[in-house]
């Protein structure tokens, strides 16, 4: 943390640790469970066959170089303000105060309503697992989603070097498991006894479905990535916090877009197309079994559950992270900024996110009415993640622009690449619209939810004490020392 941020937080109920303890290895298993691949491809699987047919395993590597590019922007930010408010401070300082608003309630919607989603599966595969007779019941699985949800809250309470553990052996169990189950996926279509035999007429525009398939199959790969900028919330906690972040966020999508692109092409033909429908709340079960035998569809659920798990820590850490930062500017209450005076952890932002998440679940199972609203915000997240990544490769342009120019390098690191994501994200954005990709119902109640921040903003604005909206952006900072091109 900078010395100023250490002078704000010790007088707001403790101060970060001066001793980090949390290294590269543990931002990178963060930033992979954060992305929850074996939780997102349960339940994008067969949403992306619909989606585009079997051209999805193209798309998730043709979104490769745009999301590296925000990656880049991500490193470089970071390394100018390593803060774990990340994009909610960078575009407050970079642009205006109001669109930093935004853009942490737009994290913050990600990592809340995003966590509140992975409740239920949490519940579910572990009903099948154990008690399959209560998977139909939705009281049964709140309750167990939710003691899920309590576990893994009090574990981040413990600190981040003990939810660190928790993540590393989840991570290196879910990758083994379905990266075997992939080339095995792999090894069947190559002899041609997939159920699905292969033809590069997969990866052709018509194959995809025209340009309707096309964005909808980029939707999903871009949501699949999305996550990995939990690497970046734990900054502040860092041993290197200038550069480990930024290194582990880059490796965490270049290894995510060659699991996501073996396990894609793998498994998705595994099963016939009806069949891969019809089972496409357990798909991954029912695929492992069909490839490597019935054990393996034990072994696949329990990736499942316990990556589900894993994703649901990432995202309540990050949550709290960026809860805190925004409380530190006294845009979020005072409450969240309280921390633990030995190990600086956010302890009460942390059970504040866990709390929230809880009520989430509650008031989706409440009424009918509010859990379908809740789910169509949910659907929006991927959408909700783009534009803020659009507006960090935006900020991470704009805060270089004077140094752009002055090397090769500098060029393709602080223009041409988070630049080309960022424009990569609005197109996205704009065609997934335009082409009927994302329908107007879950784009209305996402562009709902954003603009509710809107109006939190200007009645914190002009009601509230906060000073976070008369600051002055910062200087140009083709002059600073701390960053390299």
Known sequence: MSDRHSQEVSGSGGQRASAASFGLGDSLVLGLSGSGPAQTLAVTLAGLV??????GALLVLACLLPMLGIAVGYQRLNRWDPNSGATYTWVARTFHPYLGFLAGWMILLYYTLGTSSLTIPAGTYTLQLLAPSLVDRPVCVALVGGAWNVVVTLLALKGLKIAARFEWGIVIFQYLVLL???VAGIVALVHGTAAVPFS?????LAGMGGMRGLMSGILIACFMYSGWDAAIYVNEESVDRRNDPGRAAIASVLILAVFYGVCVLGLQAALPAATLQQHAGNALAVIGSALLGPPWGTLMSLAVLTGTLATLQAAVISAARVSFAMARDEV???????VDPRSGNPRAATAVMGVLNLLLLALALSTGDVGRALSNVVSSLGLIAIVFYALTGAASVWQER????????????GGLLPGGGALFMVWVAVESVRSGATPATVLAYGAGSVAIGGVVAVVLRYRGRSTFFA???????????????
């Open 50 to 55: 619909a989606a585009c047919h079997y051209g």
């Open 180 to 182: 075997c189950a992939g």
């Open 200 to 204: 590069w007429h997969w990866f052709s």
């Open 332 to 338: 979020m209450p005072g409450l969240l900024r309280r």
């Open 402 to 413: 004077a140094r752009i120019f002055r090397s090769a390098n500098a060029l393709l690191l």
């Open 471 to 485: 600051r002055p952006r910062a200087p140009d900072i083709s002059h600073s020392g701390d960053r390299s091109s």
